[in-house]
């Protein structure tokens, strides 16, 4: 099983909708999760981190953290063609982030 | 602030040639780390350097050899370049304070071909 698992996608989505992104982790010590975008042909960067169970919400992007369940999400509010991207969710244990594969995200204007 | 930088962005190689992919990061942080990256595969740590002086492994270092040249510089040496080590190569660095919120950032990139 690997550590980090997303939803396989792609996800196509029409732009102002909802993206819902999901990664499950299989590792209970593990302290925070990141979401980095990757744009096809360039480096990850940072869309935002959680490290508490709940809700944390930046401009258009919502991170929900449920460690009971070894699961995070991201939601992407009102989908921008500039959104379309690949999203990796990464999990930080002992100061190694392990990475999950990515969901590639097609926002159709 | 330049962040993390990487020499050289393109390289082919022929199988059993060496090189070294040199990376360097101004914002003082302490980790720096290597990964590949293969598509449908995401991000694999081949070695990391949680502070000046030391090396670790990662998932997957064979082939590798690495040195943290000092705290700004981390790079990392192919001897024997194989057809599978073909990949785009990060490399990235973190403060790793032991804070919840320690982030990494990332370089533009090594894409690297083996023939």
């Known amino acids: 099983q690997k550590e980090v698992e997303q939803n396989s996608g792609p996800l196509s989505v029409p732009e102002g909708a909802i993206a819902s992104l999901n990664c499950t982790y299989s590792?209970?010590?593990?302290?925070?999760f990141f979401w980095y975008r990757q744009y096809s042909g360039k480096s990850p960067e940072l869309i935002m981190f959680?490290?508490?169970?709940g809700d944390k919400e930046d401009g258009r992007f919502t991170a929900q953290l449920n460690k009971a369940s070894q699961y995070v999400s991201l939601l992407i509010r009102d989908s921008q063609p500039s959104d379309s991207a690949t999203y990796l969710c990464?999990?930080?244990?002992?100061?190694?982030?392990?990475f999950g594969a990515g969901t590639t995200v097609t926002v159709r204007a | 602030n330049a962040g993390v930088t990487q020499t050289p962005k393109f390289q082919v190689l022929k199988t059993g040639q060496s090189m070294t992919l040199q990376c360097a990061q101004d914002m003082n942080h302490n980790s720096m780390y290597w990964y590949r990256q293969d598509p449908g595969m995401g991000l694999r740590l081949i070695y990391y350097s949680a502070s000046e002086g030391t090396t670790d492994k990662g998932e997957v270092p064979n082939g590798y050899n690495v040195s943290r040249l000092n705290k700004r510089e981390f790079s990392l040496r192919l001897e024997s370049a194989a057809p599978s080590q073909t990949s785009v190569y990060f490399c990235?660095?973190?403060?790793?304070?032991?804070?919840?919120?320690?982030?990494?950032?990332f370089g533009p990139g090594t894409r690297l071909t083996v023939l």
């Open positions: 959680i490290y508490s169970n």
């Open positions: 590792d209970r010590g593990s302290q925070s």
């Open positions: 990235a660095s973190g403060r790793t304070s032991g804070s919840y919120s320690d982030t990494q950032y």
């Open positions: 990464a999990v930080l244990n002992d100061y190694k982030l392990s």
